[in-house]
């Protein structure tokens, strides 16, 4: 249920980002989500794509300094309170969130969100426990 | 002229003391020293072999990783019980150089400031205001001692505190203000924004050094103070503040060579060069117990000037440091070196750290900023962890450095190499 995710390490200046994007353009990569956590210096992008190992390496070739990191894919009703329900259910579980962030597209009639907890395991089992719909990462990649 | 006996002594008469005290520096530290002795023995050399003064030359150097070698005392060349004073100043690895003084040094040391502070016009009824740091470095009272000698009054105010420097300077009538040029351009400015009027004050001089500056910021101080800019140099290795300084003429530094003899060397050979030449300046120590040094390496680039001086002093000048032969910086008056950056990176787990010192001059203050190449070891892909490791960067280096540095993270490959070997050091003051 573990799906792999990209971080970059970005300085925050212009044309970076575009430079990445184009990088992974050129090696036919694509980007599935994506999401940046800047500070006034720098900046971490964080990317699901469809050939991680690839991009990964393709990246690390091009000269920027990035890391595989396991995150899950949940699927979030696209409705009212749909996200607060999963949140609920990790935060009683005492499993600590630390960033996520949604897909551009939807798996189904529902919302995708990307969450990195520090419990993968304990929150994977917890999750489908409670009947919430993770993707497997080969689902991921090629959606 | 606080000794003209020995400020203007002929020059055949000065030769003569010089070689009679080299003699005795030279038995000293073979006796006692024993760096010295090996290193003496190493160039089949005895203490007898020294027939002139040119055999100065056939001496072996001492450079600083010698310093380092013998951590903390062991160039020491008396008991640790005659040594009444110590000075440091920071290290390239984290451990400071270590200098020792006799109560006989302290008093040669307030003697020559003595001198220097009356080149400036100084002496009983002045009031002097030391701005220079108090403590392990040598500055602060270096100055201090050597103006009481002369009779003068002293504020021991060190540095810092930018409001009450300037409250003292005009409450207290100061007359002759000591500190880094940097600083007292700070100063200037700050009076002029506080409405202080330096120019039709009391003050008349500066004594100004611990940190490169140029004519322009000569011209600058001299203007907005209204005052006369002096050049003191020195080293903590050689004694600290004063080993020379400018006379009224302002056209070199007087060298105290009745307490040291200067040598310009091609830095590459280590062949002396002659009066006039641009090279490496080397100092003998010929008045000092504690801690004497052997034609020690200063890594600053100068030229010595024999030719008469308008004041009448007959001690050579030499001109204002032109830079150094080594890759150290000297930063709001403190020495700093690329490699004291990369042993915090080294400590902190890096292999093979690229890093940038890149050093700005706002307004009149240097600023360190330290270009760090994230490198997969270091990065998170966490914010949080990021700023903690710029955190702890940031405190490391400034205990290791002693001044404060902003941390920039940076991409791989951002900071310039060339042939494989990154660059170290962007300087962008212009003085
Ligand atoms: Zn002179």
């Keep these: ?143 | 002229m606080f000794n003209p006996e020995i400020e203007t002594m002929p020059r055949e008469q000065l030769r003569q003391l010089q070689f009679e005290r080299l003699k005795k520096t030279v038995e000293l530290v073979y006796e006692n020293v024993p760096f010295y002795k090996q290193t003496f023995k190493e160039k089949g050399l005895q203490p007898g072999d020294l027939k002139s003064l040119d055999d100065l030359k056939l001496l072996p150097f001492t450079v600083k990783q010698d310093l380092r070698d013998n951590y903390p005392f062991a160039l020491f060349a008396v008991p640790m019980s005659e040594v009444v004073r110590v000075h440091a100043s920071s290290g390239t690895t984290g451990k400071p150089t270590v200098v020792g003084y006799t109560q006989n040094d302290i008093d040669i040391w307030a003697e020559l400031i003595a001198r220097c502070v009356a080149m400036a016009g100084g002496g009983k009824g002045d009031v002097i205001q030391v701005a220079y740091g108090y403590g392990l470095f040598t500055g602060g009272l270096g100055l201090h001692y050597g103006a009481e000698r002369l009779g003068a009054t002293v504020i021991p105010i060190s540095g810092g505190n930018t409001r009450r420097q300037l409250m003292l300077m005009k409450d207290f009538g100061t007359t002759i203000l000591c500190c880094t040029p940097s600083y007292a351009l700070f100063l200037g400015e700050e009076a002029a924004e506080e409405g202080i009027d330096l120019i039709n004050g009391q003050i008349k001089a500066g004594i100004f050094g611990a940190e490169p500056w140029s004519e322009n910021m000569r011209k600058e101080l001299e203007k907005v103070m209204g005052i006369k800019a002096y050049n003191i140099y020195g080293l903590s290795e050689i004694m600290g503040p004063g080993v020379s300084m400018e006379c009224e003429c302002q056209c070199g530094m007087h060298i105290m060579e009745d307490c040291f003899i200067p040598e310009i060397i091609d830095p590459e050979t280590g062949e002396t060069l002659p009066y006039g030449s641009k090279g490496e300046l080397v100092f003998t120590t010929i008045a000092k117990e504690a801690f004497p040094l052997i034609r020690y390496r200063t890594r600053d680039i100068s030229v010595l000037r024999e030719e008469k001086c308008g004041c009448g002093r007959t001690f050579v000048r030499m001109e204002r440091v032109m830079g150094r032969t080594d890759d150290m910086l000297i930063i709001r008056g403190v020495n700093v070196f690329p490699s004291q950056i990369e042993s915090v990176l080294l400590e902190i787990g890096e292999t093979e750290p690229h890093y940038l010192l890149v050093v700005d001059r706002q307004g009149n203050l240097d600023n360190l900023e330290v270009w760090v190449e994230v490198s997969e070891k270091m990065f998170s892909d966490e914010v949080r962890k990021l700023e903690e490791l710029e955190k702890k960067l940031r405190h490391e280096i400034a205990s290791v450095l002693g001044i404060s540095a902003k941390i920039k993270l940076v991409e791989p490959k951002t900071i310039p190499r060339s042939e494989g070997k990154a660059k170290r050091v962007i300087d962008k003051r212009e003085l």
């Design chain 1, 1 to 143: 249920m573990k799906v792999q995710q990209i971080s970059v390490f970005l300085e925050n200046k212009s044309g970076r980002l575009a430079t990445l994007t184009d990088v992974l353009g050129k090696a036919g990569i694509n980007i599935r989500a994506l999401s940046i956590a800047d500070t006034s210096d720098f900046g971490i992008l964080r990317l699901i794509v469809n050939q991680p190992e690839e991009a990964f390496r393709i990246l690390k070739e091009a000269g920027f300094t990035a890391s595989l990191t396991d995150i899950i894919a949940v699927e979030v009703k696209d409705e009212p309170g749909g996200l607060a329900a999963i949140l609920k259910i990790l935060e009683s579980a005492g499993i600590n969130i630390e960033y996520l962030y949604a897909f551009l597209e939807k798996s189904s009639n529902d919302a995708l969100v990307v969450f990195r907890v520090e419990q993968i395991e304990d929150a994977i089992n917890l999750l489908t426990k409670n009947n919430v719909n993770l993707l497997k990462g080969a689902e991921v990649y090629k959606l």
